[in-house]
């Protein structure tokens, strides 16, 4: 398994990251790109030309990488802007809630408790479990992950209300499905920059079923 959380199946695309030298899958990092001006751009949904610099995506990595090693990738002079690894986490952020935005609106997915406790314990094919980061850990321990589902507090209740299109959101539950695997992959990056954060920004680890 590599950093991350993702297993190395057969037929992932692999890249290098800068910093650590480890290969692995490209889900679990990501890529830069050297653009205007020789400045460094995140390239969060992997679409900006130019050759590609991976990073491994764990906020300690990227601030490693931010000391010279984008220099010695692209070999050449570059600038580092500024708030880039704040600017990467923010661009994670917002991507993974229009991912569970589009779940949501395709009906695959549910939020406040009795709907997810319903759904976990109905028997709905749940592949995430999602709680606010910010929510009570008191009601949060009432839910439990299903076997082979992930879950995520790496959210905070106002962006998960984003996603579901309400003010604030405790408790939501992704079912199985192509945009639920898009969810986790963005989710486990996102998480990897918020661990170790001040406050419960880092409770990204699975709930024991009860």
């Known amino acids: 398994m590599a ?4 297993n190395k199946e057969r037929g992932d695309v692999e890249r290098k990251c800068i910093v650590t030298g480890e290969v692995q899958p490209k889900a679990g990092l990501i890529r830069f790109v050297v653009g205007p001006e020789d400045l460094v751009y995140p390239d969060v949904l992997g679409k900006l030309p130019g050759r590609g610099m991976y990073v491994t995506a764990d906020r300690a990595v990227l601030e490693e990488a931010r000391k010279g090693q984008f220099s010695r990738s692209a070999k050449q002079a570059v600038k ?69 589902a992930r879950y995520f507090g790496c959210l905070t209740a106002a962006e998960l209300g984003l996603a579901f299109g309400r003010q604030t959101v405790i408790h939501g539950a992704l079912a199985t499905g192509r945009l639920s695997n898009r969810v986790v992959e963005e989710a486990t990056k996102l998480r990897g920059l918020r661990e170790g954060n001040d406050g419960d920004m880092a409770i990204g680890k699975d709930i024991e079923a009860k």
């Not at 580092?80 to 994670?92: I, S, W, Y």
């Not at 395709?106 to 759904?119: D, L, N, T």
């Open 3 to 6: 950093r991350g959380g993702h």
């Open 80 to 148: 580092v802007p500024d708030g880039l690894v704040d600017e990467v986490e923010r661009q994670l952020a917002r991507h993974t809630i229009d991912l569970i935005a589009l779940t949501r609106k395709a009906g695959r997915a549910v939020c406040g408790f009795e709907k997810v406790k319903g759904w976990l314990a109905g028997g709905e094919r749940v592949r995430v479990l999602v709680q606010a980061s910010d929510g009570s850990e008191r009601g949060k321990t009432k839910l439990w992950t299903p076997e082979g």
